[in-house]
């Protein structure tokens, strides 16, 4: 099946720094890509949509300069948690559309943040 | 209150016994998404189905687009399949999935 990467898998960082997660698209070039944010024990929650050559789509209460999304090719999108705090500690997802018939999502393995 | 709602939340069993999940929606799809997430939290796309039903391995998933619902079943449970099962719906409308709350499952050998 199709695989997506998440860079890093995991990420312990200080209070008020910045932090990058890549998403990868390895087996299909995808124009769209969803950045998902899981708290222990609850759901995924949309964040944001990520289109490539524009800007991000984002969920009602996400902070579009918090969380910075760039999509600057058809394979790679990337998430900056910017001056990050305790709160942001949380398991991020990205997930790739691969657009046809059925628009079927395929999910990337995660990025595990805590902020100190 | 989900709009995608899932049966049970949590749900143990012994090596060897049939296992199901229910998930059922509220309005109409335009297709339904079955995934599997382990301790570690990767998540992995078991199915994607529209109508009828589907078969991979020990996995079968069904979908009745008039009751809005449909099932997961694990026949042959094995302690390897203990994860969260999800099931996430995209509405007709849109292009979002909506996931639902998770099953906990627990195969104990």
């Known amino acids: 099946g199709a695989v997506v990467s998440q860079h890093p898998s995991w990420v312990i960082c200080k209070s008020g720094t910045s932090v990058k997660i890549e998403c990868r698209s390895l087996?299909?070039?995808?124009?769209?890509m969803f950045w998902y944010r899981q708290f222990p024990k609850q759901s995924l929650m949309l964040m944001a949509t990520?289109?490539?050559?524009?800007?991000?789509?984002?969920e009602q209460g996400v902070e579009k300069d918090k969380f910075l999304i760039n999509h600057a090719s058809l394979t790679l999108s990337t998430l900056t948690v910017t001056s990050a705090h305790p709160e942001d500690s949380s398991f991020y997802i990205c997930?790739?559309?691969?657009?046809?018939?059925?628009?079927?999502?395929?999910f990337g393995p995660g990025t595990r943040l805590t902020v100190l | 209150k989900n709009e995608v709602e899932q049966s049970p939340q949590n749900l143990t069993a012994q090596e060897g016994e049939f296992i199901t999940i229910n998930c059922s929606y509220s309005v109409g799809i335009s297709a339904l998404h079955w995934l599997q997430q382990h301790p570690g939290g990767g998540i992995v796309s078991l199915f994607m189905?529209?109508?009828g039903k589907k078969k991979h391995g020990r996995l079968i998933a069904t979908i009745n687009i008039q009751e809005k619902h449909s099932s997961l079943h694990i026949t042959a449970s094995h302690p390897r399949d203990s994860a969260v099962y999800i099931c996430?719906?995209?509405?007709?409308?849109?292009?979002?999935?909506?996931f639902g709350e998770g099953t906990q499952l627990t195969v104990n050998p």
């Open positions: 997930s790739s559309l691969r657009q046809g018939l059925y628009n079927e999502q395929f």
């Open positions: 087996d299909f070039q995808a124009t769209t």
């Open positions: 189905l529209s109508s």
């Open positions: 996430a719906v995209k509405y007709s409308s849109g292009s979002r999935l909506t």
């Open positions: 990520s289109n490539e050559g524009s800007k991000a789509t984002y």
